[in-house]
């Protein structure tokens, strides 16, 4: 590897939120993120650029374009396509911070740090910790989604809800709460049928609408029946059939 191919793979992953582990090779370039505790190995080939994971990753979240291809902990980004890199430099970031069980993780160490502060007398124990709780949850989904919402694709921040499908009370652990497949980042106008059970998604992302909803209201509310999810991972399954059986109205 030519010292011109290090500074830019270097750069590929300082503009994507990873940090430079020092070494002395010049056969890799190795990530390490204050985010999550995975690495990121990237190496040049002839004809490709290789970039392995300290985990397997999941090719269909990855949702990015270039000509690459997945296997296993590794990604071989074909012709040694840096744009491609740098789009999954970017993603993997992305994808480590938001899945579990890093929102737990992160949870844990900002309540912590509360508790070491001080908790205002202004606020209960049960209100912070769901505060934290759903900061962590809405920065989980925001990094799976792209900053977008999961149906429309709108990125404007402030129109944007982090949506339960299985509700914060009847999730059993600290896990089921804030993991990034229990819901979707959604518009306002979504986001509130979904939570009263008025709208749902099936197991393709085909959206659900209630009978009790007249053709006016969807109209004024820019909802139409041909929307879906723009993905849906096995692991969003779960929570959406019990979405589906306990909070869908039908």
Same mark, same amino acid.
């Not at 007249?214 to 096995?234: H, K």
């Given at each position: 590897?030519?010292?011109?191919e290090?500074?830019?793979?270097?750069?590929a992953?300082l503009?994507?939120?990873?940090?430079?582990v020092?070494?002395?090779?010049?056969?890799?370039?190795?990530?390490?993120?204050a985010?999550?505790?995975? !690495?990121?190995?990237?190496?040049?080939?002839?004809?490709?650029?290789?970039?392995?994971?300290?985990? *397997?990753? %999941?090719?269909?979240?990855?949702?990015?374009n270039?000509?690459?291809s997945?296997?296993?902990?590794?990604?071989?980004?074909?012709?040694?396509?840096?744009?491609?890199?740098?789009a999954?430099?970017?993603?993997?970031?992305?994808l480590?911070?938001?899945? *579990?069980?890093? *929102?737990v993780?992160i949870?844990?160490t900002?309540?912590?740090?509360?508790?070491?502060?001080?908790?205002?007398?202004?606020?209960?124990?049960?209100?912070?910790?769901?505060r934290?709780?759903?900061?962590?949850?809405?920065?989980?989904?925001?990094?799976?989604?792209?900053?977008?919402?999961?149906?429309?694709?709108?990125?404007l921040?402030?129109s944007?809800?982090?949506?339960?499908?299985?509700?914060?009370?009847?999730?059993?652990n600290a896990?089921?709460?804030?993991?990034?497949?229990?819901?979707?980042?959604?518009?306002?106008?979504l986001?509130?049928?979904?939570?009263?059970? !008025?709208?749902?998604?099936? %197991?393709?992302?085909?959206?659900?609408?209630?009978?009790?909803?007249?053709?006016? %209201?969807?109209s004024?509310?820019?909802?139409?029946?041909?929307?879906?999810?723009?993905w849906?991972?096995?692991?969003?399954? *779960?929570?959406l059939k019990?979405?589906?059986?306990?909070?869908?109205k039908?």
């Amino acid at each position: 590897m030519t010292f011109a191919e290090l500074d830019t793979i270097k750069k590929a992953g300082l503009d994507s939120g990873w940090g430079i582990v020092e070494s002395e090779s010049l056969d890799a370039v190795v990530f390490s993120s204050a985010s999550h505790d995975q !690495l990121a190995t990237v190496r040049c080939f002839d004809h490709e650029i290789d970039v392995e994971f300290s985990i *397997p990753v %999941d090719e269909s979240e990855l949702h990015i374009n270039g000509a690459y291809s997945v296997i296993g902990r590794v990604i071989v980004v074909a012709e040694r396509d840096y744009e491609t890199l740098r789009a999954i430099l970017n993603r993997s970031q992305e994808l480590f911070v938001a899945l *579990p069980t890093n *929102p737990v993780e992160i949870y844990n160490t900002r309540w912590q740090a509360l508790v070491a502060q001080g908790i205002a007398a202004t606020e209960t124990v049960e209100e912070v910790k769901r505060r934290v709780g759903q900061d962590v949850y809405r920065e989980a989904l925001e990094n799976y989604w792209k900053n977008a919402c999961a149906v429309t694709g709108c990125t404007l921040r402030e129109s944007l809800r982090a949506s339960h499908a299985k509700p914060w009370a009847d999730c059993e652990n600290a896990e089921e709460c804030l993991s990034a497949y229990n819901g979707f980042l959604l518009t306002a106008n979504l986001d509130a049928l979904f939570d009263k059970g !008025l709208i749902t998604f099936d %197991d393709e992302g085909r959206i659900v609408i209630s009978e009790s909803i007249s053709s006016m %209201d969807l109209s004024a509310l820019g909802i139409v029946a041909n929307m879906r999810l723009r993905w849906v991972d096995e692991k969003h399954k *779960p929570f959406l059939k019990y979405h589906r059986e306990h909070v869908w109205k039908g």
